[in-house]
T-cell receptor
Framework: DQQVKQNSPSLSVQEGRISILNCDYT??????FLWYKKYPAEGPTFLIS?????DKNEDGRFTVFLNKSAKHLSLHIVPSQPGDSAVYFC?????????FGTGTRLQVFP | NAGVTQTPKFQVLKTGQSMTLQCAQD?????MSWYRQDPGMGLRLIHY???????DQGEVPNGYNVSRSTTEDFPLRLLSAAPSQTSVYFC?????????????FGDGTRLSIL
C-alpha cells in the first residue's frame, strides 16, 4: 500500500526551463511535506518544506505547491540549472508516520 | 563541521555473518534514524531513536537491532545477514522527530550480502 507516489521515475529538462516534480498521496493526515535532493554516493539533503496549512512556499528558484483537495505536492525549479541534476524525493510527515516517495531522477541538459 | 558520519562506506558480507554499521552526529540532535534505500522503493525507516536510551521500530525493522547509549551514536546491527538486506543504508539526525525539522543524512553505507 504505497501511500506516497512519485509517478515519474525520471525527467529531462533543458537548462533555463522549468522543472516540475510531482508527488501524489492517499493519506490526508500528513502535517508536513518536504523535498530532498540526492546526488550519487551522497545522502539526501533538505531542499524546501511546506506545512499542511499552506499551499505555497518559495525559496529562491524553488517553489513547493500543495493541493490538498487533489492530494498533490509539486516542486517547481525555475530556471533549471545543470547542477540541479539529481534524484528528488518527497517526504511526508504526520504524528506517527514518516514516508518517502520513490524518487524522480532529474536531468538538466545544456 | 562533520554533521552525520557513517562508516564503513562499503561492505561485503557472507550470509549469516554479523555486522554493525556505525553512525555518529556532532550536532547534539535528539532524533536519529536508520533507513534503507532499495530501487523503486524510496527510503524506508528501519529504526529510530528520540533520545539516548530510547529506540523504536520503523517500517522495516526485522533483522536489525539498534541501541542509543549516547546522544552522538546510533549503531545499526545485523545479527545474521541475509541477501535481502543488500541495500544502501542511510543514517539521519534532526533536532526533533516527526516534525518539519529537516533531517541531516550521512553519505550512506552500501552493503552487499552474498
Amino acid at each position: 500500500d504505497q501511500q506516497v507516489k512519485q509517478n515519474s521515475p525520471s525527467l529531462s529538462v533543458q537548462e533555463g526551463r522549468i522543472s516540475i516534480l510531482n508527488c501524489d498521496y492517499t493519506n490526508s493526515m500528513f502535517d508536513y511535506f518536504l523535498w530532498y535532493k540526492k546526488y550519487p554516493a551522497e545522502g539526501p539533503t533538505f531542499l524546501i518544506s511546506i506545512s499542511s496549512i499552506k499551499d505555497k512556499n518559495e525559496d529562491g528558484r524553488f517553489t513547493v505547491f500543495l493541493n490538498k483537495s487533489a492530494k498533490h505536492l509539486s516542486l517547481h525549479i525555475v530556471p533549471s540549472q545543470p547542477g540541479d541534476s539529481a534524484v528528488y524525493f518527497c517526504l511526508f510527515y504526520n504524528t506517527d508516520k514518516l514516508i518517502f516517495g520513490t524518487g524522480t531522477r532529474l536531468q538538466v541538459f545544456p | 563541521n562533520a554533521g552525520v558520519t557513517q562508516t564503513p562506506k562499503f561492505q561485503v558480507l557472507k550470509t549469516g555473518q554479523s555486522m554493525t554499521l556505525q553512525c555518529a552526529q556532532d550536532m547534539n540532535h535528539e532524533y536519529m534514524s536508520w533507513y534503507r534505500q532499495d530501487p523503486g522503493m524510496g527510503l524506508r525507516l528501519i529504526h529510530y531513536s528520540v533520545g539516548a536510551g530510547i529506540t523504536d521500530q520503523g517500517e522495516v525493522p526485522n533483522g536489525y537491532n539498534v541501541s542509543r547509549s549516547t546522544t552522538e551514536d546510533f549503531p545499526l546491527r545485523l545479527l545474521s545477514a541475509a541477501p535481502s538486506q543488500t541495500s544502501v543504508y542511510f543514517c539521519a539526525s534532526s533536532r526533533q522527530g516527526y516534525s518539519n525539522q529537516p533531517q541531516h543524512f550521512g553519505d550512506g553505507t552500501r552493503l552487499s550480502i552474498l
